[in-house]
């Protein structure tokens, strides 16, 4: 596959993982009645666990296009997120100058995993088929 093709790979599954974030960020709000807190509330969440996200993944080979087209290698996204999740609870706790709780750090993380797990399972049986037809 060309760098061209590579490129717009990793756009996409970057823009599936912030979209995923954020799913997860609204169905956070919405198990607590608390979707009318509105966007800036959310980012107090979304920002954090976006950031901590691109410090973990990379280092787990999560944007790798090799392996992220691989079945096999879905533990990656899944423990990068997991890896994540503290350090965005303990982003979210400094911006809100709040407590951390160990039960929202757990929660945060198999949550997230789950959904993280989900988007790249749909993507690797997606793309491998998009990349079948283009060989044919």
């Known amino acids: 596959m060309n760098a061209q093709n590579e490129r717009k790979w990793l756009i996409i599954l970057a823009a599936g993982d ?5 799913l ?4 956070g709000f919405a198990s607590h009645n608390e979707l009318n807190a509105g966007a800036a509330r959310m980012l ?3 920002l954090p666990l976006a950031i901590a996200w691109l410090a973990a993944a990379p280092f787990l080979g999560a944007y790798d296009h090799q392996r992220a087209m691989e079945v096999r290698q879905l533990w990656r996204p899944f423990w990068a997120m997991l890896l994540a999740a503290p350090l965005a609870a303990w982003l979210r706790g400094v911006w809100l100058n709040a407590p951390i709780l160990p ?15 989900i988007w790249r399972g749909c993507f690797v ?12």
């Not at 912030?18 to 954020?22: E, G, H, L, N």
């Not at 997860?24 to 169905?27: A, F, L, M």
């Not at 929660?107 to 797990?117: D, H, M, P, Q």
Request: hydrophobic residues 65%.
């Open 24 to 27: 997860v960020t609204i169905y």
């Open 18 to 22: 912030f979209m995923t974030i954020a």
């Open 44 to 46: 107090t969440t979304f």
């Open 103 to 117: 039960l929202f750090v757990f929660i945060l993380g198999g949550v997230s995993a789950l959904a993280i797990l």
């Open 125 to 136: 049986l997606i793309a491998r088929r998009m990349f079948d037809n283009l060989k044919n």
